[in-house]
């Protein structure tokens, strides 16, 4: 089974605005990582967040961790057109599974402008 | 630049027919990673490689196999492709240390199987 399942499945927002995606996992992780996929193509990697950290920045996008929760967001703020994509969180597990990558469905997101 | 190469964009092939899907790396990593992509289902791991001949199933593994005889090759073979292996077929690679770096990825495979 999927260890990701990513919230909202699909978000439409105007241009300038921020966009939030959530990840929730189920089991215990060394890190999780986010990517965004173009229509058709394959996937880029955006940010990777250790299970001991609690945010990260890199440039417009901001990502919080709660292992408490088993779940991550990701913020990405003054959204522009070229945002338009799926992004997916993507984790890892713990002894045996740790060279494990495993992906959620993934957030639609659309910027209009 | 870093790369990852998959062999064909697009495939058409017939029930029944086995099918080979090669990915080249040109990075030297230890790890990789074959998925299928489908709508409403993201993407689902069919099997990982840790090192050189070494394999590991993912989640869905049934209907396929991989071969991994060199470091920057990893193949998926579907042995008898049938119509719901109609996809696209996305394979990565990543470093590995205590736990799983960056993963590059292909531009992918779509397989249509008629």
């Known amino acids: 089974s999927q260890q990701g399942e990513e919230d909202p499945q699909a978000l439409s927002i105007q241009e300038g605005e921020n966009a939030t995606m959530n990840c929730s996992y189920k089991?215990?992780?060394?890190?999780l990582q986010w990517y965004r996929q173009n229509s058709g193509r394959g996937l880029v990697h955006l940010i990777l967040?250790?299970?001991?950290?609690r945010e990260k920045h890199s440039g417009r996008l901001r990502v919080t961790l709660d292992t408490s929760k088993k779940s991550s967001s990701l913020l990405i703020t003054a959204s522009r057109a070229a945002d338009t994509a799926s992004y997916f969180c993507?984790?890892?597990?713990?002894?045996?599974?740790?060279?494990?990558?495993?992906f959620g469905q993934g957030t639609r997101l659309t910027i209009n402008p | 630049d870093v790369k990852v190469t998959q062999s064909s964009r697009y495939l058409v092939k017939r029930t029944g027919e086995k099918v080979f899907l090669e990915c080249v790396q040109d990075?030297?990593?230890?790890?990789m990673f074959w998925y299928r992509q489908d709508p409403g289902l993201g993407l689902r791991l069919i099997y990982f490689?840790?090192?050189?001949?070494?394999?590991e199933k993912g989640d869905i593994p049934e209907g396929y196999s991989v071969s991994r005889e060199k470091k920057e090759r990893f193949s998926l073979i579907l042995e008898s492709a049938s119509t719901n292996q109609t996809s696209m077929y996305l394979c990565?690679?990543?470093?590995?240390?205590?736990?799983?770096?960056?993963?590059?990825f292909g531009q992918g495979t779509r397989l249509t199987v008629v």
């Open positions: 967040i250790r299970s001991n950290e």
């Open positions: 993507a984790t890892d597990g713990l002894g045996k599974g740790a060279q494990k990558l495993v």
């Open positions: 990565a690679s990543s470093s590995r240390t205590d736990y799983i770096t960056e993963a590059f």
């Open positions: 990075m030297d990593h230890e790890n």
């Open positions: 490689s840790y090192d050189v001949k070494m394999k």
């Open positions: 089991t215990s992780i060394n890190n």
